[in-house]
């Protein structure tokens, strides 16, 4: 199972930018899919997940500002970040829970981080 991120890149505070994740290969359902984020200097952190249910998890930090959406069809994600602020400034990793077509249950995958920089 691959997961790729796209979409970081460098943008204004008050800003948006959009976030995707793609997952591919030996997929029998994706359980969960989420966001994390590393500062500089800092360890990585939950932004937000969506499980397959439809439950939704943000941190505090990014409440009322980013979505978190997910196209099961398409085993996509993506996350709208909106109203940037510089401390949003981080490598943001997209994490997937899947089932494969193995049986599997439960694994977790992780894609290449995608930058983010929000300028003040």
């Known amino acids: 199972v691959q997961l790729q991120a796209s979409g970081g890149g460098l943008v204004q505070a008050g800003g948006s930018l959009r976030l995707s994740c793609a997952a591919s290969?030996?997929?029998?359902?994706?359980?969960?899919m989420g966001w994390y984020r590393q500062p500089p200097g800092k360890q990585r952190e939950l932004v937000a997940v969506?499980?397959?249910?439809?439950?939704?998890n943000y941190a505090d930090s990014v409440k009322g500002r980013f979505t978190i959406s997910r196209d099961n069809a398409k085993n996509t994600g993506n996350l709208q970040m909106n109203s940037l602020k510089p401390e949003d400034t981080a490598v943001y990793y997209c994490?997937?829970?899947?089932?494969?077509?193995?049986?599997?249950?439960?694994?977790?995958?992780w894609g290449k981080g995608t930058l983010v920089t929000v300028s003040s």
């Open positions: 994490n997937a829970v899947v089932v494969t077509t193995g049986g599997r249950s439960d694994m977790d995958y």
């Open positions: 969506l499980t397959s249910g439809g439950t939704t």
């Open positions: 290969g030996s997929i029998f359902s994706i359980v969960a």
